[in-house]
């Protein structure tokens, strides 16, 4: 039973990073430059994002730990970036979900 739960999260943050960073990618830039950051640091997050979500998706445990824990240290950044920028708590919420959720995965797989 805990296993469907772990996919079900697997799922979410899949799809969840992959509406950000694919569909929704015109806010990204916007975003990336209102916090003062290079184009090029911008596109490596991406690239890291995506191939995380995808790693979170192999059949191997190992690999989707990998993923996972690459997603929540990301998450991790993107929260020190909303502190620094002194984001309102709303525009937190999506690193803090992601985060935890990635941790959950992490600690349950």
């Known amino acids: 039973m805990i296993s469907a739960y772990t996919e ?8 969840s ?6 569909i929704r990618y015109t806010n990204i830039v916007q975003e990336f ?4 950051y290079p184009d090029s640091l911008r596109d490596f997050v991406g690239i890291l994002k995506i191939s995380f979500a995808i790693m979170l998706m192999n059949h191997s445990e190992q690999v989707a730990k990998i993923g996972a824990g690459g ?4 998450m991790l950044a993107a929260l020190v970036t909303h502190f620094k920028v002194k984001n309102p708590f709303s525009k937190m919420v999506p690193s ?6 990635s941790l959950v995965i992490i600690f349950i797989s």
């Open 71 to 74: 997603i929540a240290a990301l």
């Open 96 to 101: 803090l979900t992601l985060l935890c959720a």
């Open 17 to 22: 990073i992959l509406f950000v960073w694919v």
């Open 33 to 36: 430059k209102s916090y003062g």
């Open 8 to 15: 079900v999260l697997k799922i979410i943050v899949f799809s």
